[in-house]
């Protein structure tokens, strides 16, 4: 078995559906502590990449590994079932959508996966919300519904329910894609306060503005492989490949 050195190894990363190959060979790495950003097209394989990191969309080949864990094992059934959850609740994950039950209070919706999963008593439970609604702006709506909430409220609880479970990873797809622009900045600050706290996550977005100053390294994809990568001092900048050039021409010209 390979030593491992990195927080996060992805190591020839491929992934099809059917005839449609979505992710071709990719291997990278994500260090404690780092942010990194993955822009890119519609359909470049971004999402896919990020889902595959907790197995949502496991791999047709290759491996996935996590603080010395490998994620994607070959197991039998249940014991992949065990194996799985486990690795998953180290790895919060932030979607589009805000995926709130709506029947439950933002309190609720904080609550419950720390309850069934960890054991945590009722008092235990109720401080943990507090605490993780405060962090994100929240904590006075801590017993609104979600439809008595914005979207970009819901989607500051939605990170409230996924630190709650104290991951050691924040994965974040197009986080602020659904909602109206005059809410993104919201949600943006509160990633912005995870970064200074050097929580260690990887952010698909499509606001190069956000990735330029909070992500140590950015990497573009297009057609299911990284094609160039780097600070974003320096891709954002001076792009060394065409296709890079040639899509952040597109999106920064388009924003302005």
């Known amino acids: 078995?390979?030593?491992?050195?990195?927080?996060?190894?992805?190591?020839h990363a491929q992934k099809s559906?059917?005839?449609?190959?979505?992710?071709?060979?990719?291997?990278?790495?994500?260090?404690?502590?780092?942010?990194?950003?993955?822009?890119g097209s519609s359909g470049s394989g971004k999402s896919?990449?990020?889902?595959?990191?907790n197995d949502l969309d496991p791999l047709t080949g290759g491996e996935i590994w996590l603080d010395g864990v490998q994620v994607n094992k070959t197991l039998p059934h249940r014991q992949y079932e065990k194996h799985i959850n486990e690795m998953r609740q180290n790895v919060g994950m932030v979607f589009q959508h805000f995926n709130l039950f709506p029947h439950m209070t933002a309190r609720e919706n904080?609550?419950?996966?720390?309850?069934?999963?960890?054991?945590?008593?009722?008092?235990?439970?109720?401080?943990?919300?507090?605490?993780?609604?405060?962090?994100?702006?929240?904590?006075?709506?801590?017993?609104?519904?979600?439809?008595?909430?914005?979207?970009?409220?819901?989607?500051?609880?939605?990170?409230?329910?996924?630190?709650?479970?104290?991951?050691?990873?924040?994965?974040?797809?197009?986080?602020?894609?659904a909602l109206d622009p005059e809410l993104v900045e919201e949600v943006n600050l509160v990633m912005k306060k995870l970064a200074e706290e050097h929580m260690t996550m990887i952010i698909?977005?499509?606001?190069?503005?956000?990735?330029?100053?909070?992500?140590?390294?950015?990497?573009?994809?297009?057609?299911?492989?990284?094609?160039?990568e780097g600070p974003p001092s320096v891709l954002f900048k001076n792009p060394t490949q065409d296709r890079t050039r040639e899509f952040l021409r597109k999106h920064i010209e388009g924003a302005s």
């Open 1 to 11: 078995m390979t030593e491992q050195t990195h927080f996060v190894e992805i190591r």
């Open 110 to 177: 904080v609550t419950m996966a720390p309850k069934l999963l960890k054991g945590l008593s009722q008092a235990d439970v109720d401080k943990l919300a507090e605490e993780q609604l405060d962090k994100v702006g929240m904590l006075e709506r801590i017993d609104y519904y979600p439809s008595q909430l914005s979207g970009g409220q819901k989607q500051r609880v939605a990170i409230a329910r996924a630190l709650a479970m104290k991951p050691k990873l924040m994965l974040f797809d197009e986080a602020t894609s």
């Open 48 to 53: 896919t990449l990020l889902r595959a990191i």
């Open 17 to 39: 559906f059917g005839a449609l190959e979505v992710l071709k060979d990719i291997s990278l790495n994500v260090e404690r502590g780092q942010i990194v950003g993955i822009i």
């Open 204 to 228: 698909v977005t499509h606001e190069m503005d956000f990735a330029a100053s909070v992500c140590d390294r950015v990497l573009f994809m297009d057609k299911g492989v990284v094609v160039e």
